[in-house]
C-alpha cells in the first residue's frame, strides 16, 4: 500500500476513534450535572434529586450484558457498527422522551426514562470500546486513546458545562432544558448516521462460540441473582438508616454488631458513627452480591461471558492486571469524589469562580494532558508513560493539600474577562484565585495524561473474540474507585479533616505504582502486536 495511502487510512481510523469519544461522553452529564440542574430548577427537592443519582449505576454494571453484544450480530452493518448504530438511535429517542417529560410533573416517569439513557448511553460505550480496541493498531494505541479523551472531553464540555449557559436567562442565552435535551438527540441521530456511513470496516473476527439460548438465559440468571443479593442486604428487615442503598436491609444490624465496640470508644458523633456502619454494609452486601453472581453465571452456562472471563484469565499475570486496573486510578477518584463539594463548601469559593476553572479551564487543560500524554507514549512506551503519568497523578493530590492549609488569597487571581464565542458566552468577567487555578491545571493535565496511558494499557489486554466482554469487565474494575469510593472517601473527610483526607489520597495512589513496578516484563509485552491489522484497510 503506498504510504500517503497507508497515513490517509490511519489518520481516518484516529478521526473516527475521536467521534466516537465525542458520542460517548455526550450523554453521561445528561444522566448527571445537566439532569440535576435540571431537577433543580423545577423545585425538585435535594432528597429526590439525591435518588436520581443513582441512575448512573449501569455504566458500573454493563459487563453483564456486554456478551450478549459479543454474540450476537445485528444484520447489514456488522458486530459492531450494527449495535453502534442501535444504540445511538436508543440515545436520541429516549433523549427526546425525557425532553417531552416534566420532571416536577411525571417524576417517577421522568427517573426511568433517565434509567433508560444510562442503560444505552452504558451499552452504547461497551460498542464504543470494543470497536476502538478492534481498530486500531498496536503502535496507534497511545494516541488513539488520547483522541478518545479529547472527543469526550469536548463533548463532556458541551453537555455538562456550556448546556448550563444555555440556560442561564442572565448570563446565557435563556434555552429551556427541553431545547438543550432536543438538541442532544438531534446529535446523537448525526453520530448514528456516521456510525452506518463513515465507520471502517472491520476484518470479522471469530464470535464467540456458545448456544444462544445458553447466553440469554445466563444473562437472565446474573441479572435476577444481582437482585436478589440487593434485596437480601438491603431490602429486607427494618434496620434504619439515611442511606437508601442499606436502608431497611438485614445486614445492617450485622454491621452494626462488627464496629460497635470500636465505635463506642470513639468521640465520633451519632451521625458520624451510623455513616461508618453504612460503609460496612454496602461492602458486605458486595461481597455476598457477587459471589452468587458468579454462581448464577456457572449454573446457567452464560458461555460467552464466562469464555471472556476465561480467554482474560489465560494470559500471564492476569490477577495482576486486574489489581492494578483497580487501584491506578484509585487516588485520583479518592481526591477527586468530594472536590465540589471542598471547593465550593470548606473552601468557599464561587459557583462563578469554580464552575470557569474547573468545567472551562480545566477540562480543556485535560484534553492537552490526553494529547500530551498520546504524544509522548510514542517515545517513553507503555510501560514508562503508565509509570511517569500516576507519579503526577500521585502528586497532583498533593495539591489539595496545599490549598486545605493554606486556603485561598495566598496567590494572584487572573481576571477572566467577559467573551461570547457564539455557542458560549460569559457576561460579567470572572475572578479566579491563582492558587485555585493552579491546582486545577496540574491535576487536569497529569489526570488527561494518566487516561491516556491507562485505556492504551486496558485496549492491549483485550482478545478481540471478547472484546466487548473483556474490556467492559475492565473497565468496570476500573470505574471501582469513580463510583464506590465516594462513600468512604466521605466518611473518611468528616472523621479526619481535609488536609489529612488529601494526605491519604496521595498514599492511597502508591501501591499502583509498586504493583507497576513489579509488572514492568509483562507491560512492555503488551506493545508488540501480536495481530494483523484488523481494520479492512
Known amino acids: 500500500m503506498p504510504p500517503m495511502q497507508s497515513r490517509a487510512l490511519v489518520a ?33 427537592d435535594v432528597a429526590t434529586i439525591g435518588f436520581l443519582s443513582l441512575v448512573g449505576l449501569p455504566y458500573t454494571f454493563k459487563f453483564l450484558w456486554a456478551p450478549l453484544m459479543d454474540r450476537f450480530e445485528l444484520p447489514w452493518l ?22 417531552a417529560t416534566s420532571p416536577s410533573d411525571a417524576t417517577r416517569t421522568f427517573a426511568l426514562l433517565a434509567v433508560l439513557v444510562a442503560f444505552v448511553s452504558a451499552s452504547q460505550d461497551v460498542v464504543i470500546d470494543a470497536y476502538r480496541t478492534d481498530l486500531l493498531h498496536a503502535h496507534e494505541r497511545g494516541l ?5 479523551v479529547l472527543g469526550y472531553r469536548l463533548a463532556m464540555i458541551l453537555s455538562g458545562g456550556v448546556a448550563l449557559i444555555w440556560v442561564d436567562p442572565t448570563q446565557g442565552g435563556g434555552w429551556t432544558w427541553p431545547e438543550v435535551y432536543r438538541v442532544m438527540a438531534g446529535l446523537m441521530v448525526a453520530a448514528a448516521v456516521m456510525s452506518a456511513v463513515a465507520l471502517p470496516r472491520l476484518v470479522t473476527a471469530p464470535k464467540p462460540v456458545s448456544v444462544a439460548a445458553h447466553d440469554l438465559a445466563g444473562f437472565a440468571c446474573v441479572a435476577l441473582a444481582i437482585a436478589a443479593g440487593y434485596l437480601l442486604s438491603a431490602g429486607l428487615g427494618d434496620a434504619a438508616s439515611s442511606n437508601p442503598w442499606v436502608a431497611h436491609g438485614v445486614v445492617r444490624p450485622v454491621a452494626s454488631a462488627v464496629l460497635d465496640p470500636w465505635l463506642s470508644t470513639t468521640t465520633l458523633s451519632a451521625a458520624l458513627r451510623a455513616k461508618w456502619v453504612d460503609l460496612l454494609t454496602l461492602l458486605i452486601g458486595i461481597a455476598f452480591t457477587l459471589p452468587l453472581a458468579t454462581w448464577a453465571a456457572r449454573a446457567a452456562r452464560f458461555e460467552t461471558l464466562l469464555g471472556g472471563l476465561r480467554s482474560y484469565f489465560a494470559q500471564p499475570g492476569a490477577g495482576a492486571f486486574l489489581a492494578f486496573i483497580v487501584l491506578y486510578k484509585l487516588g485520583d477518584a479518592f481526591a477527586g469524589s468530594l472536590m465540589t463539594p471542598f471547593l465550593l463548601k470548606s473552601m468557599a469559593f464561587s459557583p462563578a469562580e469554580f464552575g470557569v476553572a474547573n468545567k472551562l479551564i480545566g477540562l480543556w487543560l485535560t484534553i492537552a494532558g490526553a494529547l500530551l500524554g498520546g504524544a509522548l507514549m510514542f517515545k517513553l512506551g507503555l510501560w514508562r508513560s503508565l509509570m511517569l503519568f500516576g507519579v503526577l497523578q500521585m502528586a497532583s493530590n498533593l495539591g489539595f493539600w496545599w490549598l486545605a492549609e493554606n486556603g485561598k488569597g495566598v496567590m494572584p487571581s487572573l481576571l477572566i474577562p467577559a467573551f461570547d464565542l457564539g455557542i458560549v458566552s460569559l457576561a460579567q468577567a470572572t475572578p479566579v484565585d491563582g492558587g485555585l487555578l493552579m491546582v ?63 494526605l491519604v489520597s496521595t498514599v492511597v495512589a502508591l501501591p499502583a505504582l509498586l504493583l507497576l513496578g513489579w509488572l514492568r516484563r509483562p507491560v512492555e509485552a503488551l506493545e508488540v502486536d501480536p495481530d494483523a491489522p484488523l481494520a479492512d484497510d
Open 12 to 44: 481516518w481510523r484516529l478521526a473516527v476513534v475521536a467521534v466516537l469519544g465525542f458520542a460517548s461522553g455526550l450523554p453521561l452529564a445528561l444522566t448527571g450535572q445537566a439532569m440535576q440542574a435540571w431537577l433543580s430548577g423545577e423545585g425538585i
Open 440 to 502: 486545577i491545571a496540574f491535576e487536569n493535565l497529569s489526570g488527561g495524561m494518566g487516561t491516556a496511558a491507562f485505556v492504551a494499557f486496558l485496549m492491549s489486554l483485550c482478545n478481540q473474540r471478547f472484546t466487548a466482554t473483556q474490556y467492559a469487565l475492565l473497565s468496570a474494575f476500573a470505574s471501582v474507585g469513580r463510583v464506590w469510593v465516594g462513600p468512604l472517601a466521605g466518611v473518611l473527610a468528616e472523621t479526619i479533616g481535609w488536609p489529612v483526607f488529601f
Open 144 to 148: 488513539g486513546s488520547s483522541l478518545n
Open 78 to 99: 456488522g458486530r459492531r457498527r450494527g449495535w453502534l448504530v442501535l444504540t445511538q438511535l436508543g440515545l436520541a429517542g429516549a433523549l427526546w422522551c425525557m425532553a
